[in-house]
């Protein structure tokens, strides 16, 4: 039957200030798609880039954000081949290539999981998105394995504690870096990391602390990266890749606009400022740069059971939802995402889970 949904809807990505709340109809799920009362949405902070028309998989025009949400299934289209059974009433989570920010929503069943019997709503929002990148940025792209040091930028973080706890599982030995003291005494409190290795980002201080922390675990560089700031914190974590390191490159935090509105002056200066690489030092250097978009992994359907079974295997523990707030409160909590204070994820609830 088609229905009446609310969703947080942008006409055309450009300011935050443009997201509107609309009730829109939505048709019966199509062949293939199963049809979610949404619980809880995911908050990432590639939707704030998406909404300010800086991510490059943004939807030309009218868009829906939201790239995850936990929810319970209502209805079923025809069945498909190949797709995974999924049964009415199932509570499930779902990853959507935008679309996300709505109490209800038609997806693709071969996107459609089940959550775990134990974790809530909002932790099963809080999961794909983040787990999958830190998983693919780390374990696939960046071969970490037991015993490996590995820099953690954000690492308090969404898809950065995911980071750790992935890094936890394998045994390897990760350095954290943030943005804040608040959120390193959070990660002290929480992880078995050595003082030395929690850093708070400050631009001139960084080669000495980055130093600190290999002095403390013994290592003569670092094996892996993981970034997604790309700020002043990339030459001296690059300088520092031990032979056959690896920086793996996932996003550019520092290139978010303070305001609502992209700020083309500023972001100007940033592109200028950004880091360029030498190819042949890397040559000689052993050293490589990777990077990412999980959207492509998304589009590479064929893929997606290998990368949601080898997270599985990792049996991590629930994600850390740091912020839990209102559906109606979407713009004021992306905008909290935005400014780079919260600690782990930040989700929506939807009716009466709110
Ligand atoms: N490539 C992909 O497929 C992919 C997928 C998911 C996420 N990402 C990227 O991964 C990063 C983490 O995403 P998330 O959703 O988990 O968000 P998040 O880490 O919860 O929040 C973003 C963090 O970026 C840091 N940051 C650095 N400079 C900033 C600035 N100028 N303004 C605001 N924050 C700044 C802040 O942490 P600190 O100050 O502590 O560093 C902030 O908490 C984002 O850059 C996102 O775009 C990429």
Known sequence: MPGLRTAWRIDRAGSLDRLRRVEEPLPPPAAGE????????GLNFADAFACLGLYSATPRGSFVPGLEVAGVVEE???????????????????????????????????YVVPIPADWSFAEAAAYPVQALTAWYGLVRLGAARAGSVVLVQSAAGGVGLQALAILTRLGAR?????????????????????????????????????????GA??????????????????????????????????????????????????????????????????????????????????????????????????????PHV??????????AALAELKSGHTIGKSVLLVGAAA
């Open 174 to 214: 990760p350095v954290a870096v943030v943005g804040t003291a608040a959120k390193r005494d959070f990660l002290l409190e929480r992880h078995a990391l050595a003082p030395a290795c929690a850093i708070v980002r400050d631009g001139a201080g960084d080669a000495a602390a980055l130093d600190a922390a290999l």
């Open 34 to 41: 199963a049809r979610i009362a949404v619980h809880a949405v």
């Open 217 to 318: 675990l013994a290592a003569p560089g670092f094996d892996l990266v993981f970034d997604a700031v790309l700020g002043r914190g990339f030459r001296p974590a690059f300088r520092r890749l031990a032979p056959e390191g690896r920086y793996v490159l996932y996003g550019a935090a520092d290139f978010m606009p303070r305001g609502a509105s992209r700020g083309w002056l500023a972001l100007a200066r940033r592109w200028l400022a950004r880091p360029r690489l030498d190819p042949l030092a890397m040559i000689s250097e052993n050293r490589a740069l990777l990077a990412f978009n999980l959207i492509w992994l998304w589009e590479s359907i064929d893929r997606m059971p290998e990368a949601l079974d080898a997270l599985a295997a990792l049996a991590l523990p629930p």
């Open 322 to 331: 740091g912020a839990i707030r209102p559906f109606a409160a979407a713009p």
């Open 76 to 110: 079923l289209g025809e069945p498909l081949p190949g797709h995974p059974p999924v049964r009415v009433g199932d509570r499930v989570l779902v990853l959507t290539r935008f679309g996300g920010y709505a109490t209800a929503l038609n997806a693709d069943t071969r």
